[in-house]
């Protein structure tokens, strides 16, 4: 194994773990099994039914001691569409993360990798997406910490038309607690980029490269007591010698549930963008101008009972969007599944 970024992965995973040395650890097993039926509605498998079939697994590892915490979670989720296997999805994710809690201050390292895989049809693409990020909560101002946070990621796209992105972020956020239940935090997001990949032109691939800035504001929101709302919102704008200015994207993560009866809970399950890069010159060049490491829009409804802490019977419902970048395919409809979780 020759490439730099597995070595990086697991000598960061490898160092939480060192660096937690006199500590009490945890481990966490979790599967779920879906069924359903889908419909889709966009540019590919347009307006076909069938059923749906997934299969979730996640373990998970936890290091506590007096100011260390470390961890990691793997997690794999194969998907099938359609009885003769008419779209196959696979998607790997495996994150670690160390805390360090000091007077005033909390620092920590988060790595994580994705692997994604999508064929059926003429799609055959694979999504290999690596991320380091290290983060400080201040908390110098009572009632008003202040976060930071500087991070690299990358994603290499393999398909017929290969295309690469790397980036650099940072971040900033100020967090107004104002009461044990309620905070919100503003921040500035900043992102400097560049794309490489091939675009077609009369017939003929093309190399070609785009590099820029995306820039702008976030705000998130936490309530918990009666019941549960996370809502994180982010207004980006593209900046790039390929893009208009106007080139925008509105983001929203959202997180709301409540226990309805005892065993009963009914959680909304929002992840959503929309993005309008508009170019500055010649057509046909959308993947270049920016390619998203966010490709997956889902609004979905959860309701689940669970009859014992380790077991869950639950039905979710939703609409969901897959951006392939690849020919600016996107597989998007309307799902209904029935699930079953165990964990211990």
Known sequence: MNDPFHRHTIIAFSLAFIISSNITAQFTLQGNLESGVYKSTGDFLSRENGLLFAVEGKLGYKLNEENTEASFELRARPEWYGLNKKLFSFK????????????????????????????????????????????????????MPFSAAIGYAYQNIASSSPLNHDLILWEVKLNDIFSPFFRAGYGLYIEKFFVEGETIVNNTNINETNTGYRAGSELELNYLKDFVVNCQYRLLFLFS????????????????????????????????????????????????????????????????????????????????????????????????????????
């Open 92 to 143: 790997f994710r495996l994150n670690g993360e160390l805390v360090r809690r000091e007077k005033n201050l909390d620092w920590g390292v988060n790595v994580t990798r994705h692997l994604n895989r999508i064929a059926g049809g003429s799609v055959d693409i694979d999504y290999d997406i690596f991320a380091v990020q290290a983060n400080a909560n201040f908390y110098w101002i009572e009632n």
């Open 241 to 344: 010698d390929d893009s208009k200015f106007t080139s925008n994207e509105h983001w929203i993560r959202l997180i709301a549930g409540k226990v309805l009866f005892k065993k009963i809970s009914a959680f909304l399950l929002v992840d959503y963008f929309l993005r309008s890069i508009k170019e500055a010159e010649e057509p046909g060049r959308i993947n270049i101008l920016y390619s998203p490491f966010n490709l997956e829009n889902n609004i979905s409804l959860k309701i689940g009972y669970e009859p014992s802490n380790n077991f869950e019977l639950y039905l979710k419902s939703g609409y969901f969007r897959n951006d392939f970048v690849y020919k600016d395919y996107t597989f998007e409809g309307w799902n209904f599944l029935f699930g079953i979780g165990i964990s211990r």
